[in-house]
Nanobody, 128 residues
Framework: QVQVVESGGGLVQAGGSLRLSCTAS????????MAWFRQAPGKEREGVSI????????YYADSVKGRFTISRDNAKNTVFLQMNSLKPEDTAMYFC?????????????????????WGQGTQVTVSS
């Protein structure tokens, strides 16, 4: 069966960096665009970034643009989220998700129903 597993979360001071990883198994990884979402307590799930199957196209939420970078290694079935200049408002559970939707864009991050597989999440906490 398909498994999606995130790692790399933790506690970091404001201005610091973290690198999240997400490894998927049980699927043909490069058939899927991959995305990161986050959800803070009491808030709705928010799309953070998405990357096409080839890695050639990436999109970011305005709240993280210029600070976060998404990338993927198809040989390792892994997608990464490099998070720099972290702010307390970045504190959330971060989820990785896979979509087989053939066309992606920034609007795909607002359509959670398009995502086929989800991980359990990794917690990121940014202290002020």
């Amino acid at each position: 069966q398909v498994q999606v597993v995130e790692s790399g979360g933790g506690l970091v001071q404001a201005g610091g960096s973290l690198r999240l990883s997400c490894t998927a198994s049980g699927l043909t990884f490069d058939d899927y665009a991959m995305a990161w979402f986050r959800q803070a307590p009491g808030k709705e799930r928010e799309g953070v970034s998405i990357i096409s199957w080839s890695g050639g196209s990436t999109y970011y939420a305005d709240s993280v643009k210029g600070r976060f970078t998404i990338s993927r290694d198809n040989a390792k079935n892994t997608v990464f989220l490099q998070m720099n200049s972290l702010k307390p408002e970045d504190t959330a559970m971060y989820f990785c998700a896979a979509t087989a939707h053939p066309a992606i864009g920034i609007s795909t991050l607002q359509a959670v129903q398009l995502f086929n597989y989800w991980g359990q999440g990794t917690q990121v906490t940014v202290s002020s």
